[in-house]
């Protein structure tokens, strides 16, 4: 394998124009965030570094921003009232509890128990809202809150208020044969929605299950240019090697307009700062100057609204703006071990299996924004677009415009980071691949020839390419 190696990289030296000796430092950095973005802390609290070098100003808000975080929200009136307004309906009482560290959720297991951990449930009937969007359910809105404030005074009276609904998670096992003979199986997730508060669900009704992602680099991939994105993009599949990345396009509510949308894992929302305040309005039933209203449906009302709210509006607008500067600052881990052999020969097969053509290594960041973010070679790993990944990973749930069977490409930098943060190595959106290679072997659609391509590696190059992403 050393001899295979040293060929390859002779090759690339005789090769020698500037480009390919560019690509190649490009391709062995272990700068992931870029010169200043990236952490080579190897600590469990990893995915929380901010970068060095921040004003005065910027490390403030920074620390503020890190302690909303993963500070409980309380019920209101309380004597934190800057941190009072949880509910009455919610997922959680932090971010931290999905974002555990700022990684990835775990997800539930099959046990059956209430707890839904990092996973949440959008909901929607047919048809679209007046921007395209999913349409809410009318009686359960957008999201399953499968949890409601306990002890609460409702005309003086001391309640434990019923939360929406909760789902049973269940998995079936289903096996499949690498072509070296080598088997695997693969779990098969099952929902099963039950003490629903207010009725039964409707027909033409839909869910899509998502997990709490991790959340370093996100500042960077906000800062990737738009006509970076887009050229990427082939809706129609112009270049016929059976990939057609597609944008998604979403309401931005502060600019009153439709935007390229960037995270979620249906690259459902157009900016951190939508992001952050949907999840305190949709996860912890916190109100602010972007979502106004409580996360609340008509036949709800009676219920819950009684329930004194936290002020005009929970989330201030200066505990948005330290937020947003957290998310926006996290650094994203090195590429471990980028100088080994065996990561090396993974990235190669990475490349010529054509993992690379969704999961794309690298870009530049634009001269806009938070000096940390601006002009950074980063190799997140991920080209922000839609991609039909089949039927088996499919919600049948349209989100704007991405339809039922497709998902954005999710940055795999950190992705092998997971399992030191956070304890486990679950992935995908539903959490159901209990590691990277589950992961690959869920890949259809789009990537169903590089999948199967995967399947005929030999023992050894399987290893290494699961060798270069446990690295990333
Ligand atoms: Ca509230
Ligand atoms: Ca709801
Ligand atoms: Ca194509």
Redesign the pocket.
Known sequence: MKKLLMITLSLLALSCSKDNEDEYKTLISEYSGGEIMTTFDISIDLFGRSPNGLSTDDFIKFSGGNSLFRRNWVA?PSSVSSLD????IFNARSCGACHFKDGRATPPDSSGKLILNGLLFRLSIAGTDDHGGPLPDPNYGGQLQDAALKNTVVDGIVRNLPSEGNVRVTYKEEAGKYADGTTYSLRIPNYEFYNLEFGELQGGFMFSPRIGNQLPGLGLLENISEMDILANADVDDYNQDGISGKPNYVWDIENNKMTLGRFGWKANQPSLRQQITGAFNGDM???SSIFPK?HTTAIQQPLYSQIP??GEH?LSDDSLESIEKYMKLLCVPSFKNHDDEDVLRGREIFDDLKCSSCHIPDFTTTDQGLEPLRNQKIHPYTDLLLHDMGDGLADNRPDFDANGNEWRTPPLWGVGHIERVNGHTFLLHDGRARNAEEAILWHGGEAQQVKENFTKLSTEDRASLLNFLSNL
């Open positions: 209101a307004g949880l509910g009455p039933g916190i109100t409580d709210n936290g929970e």
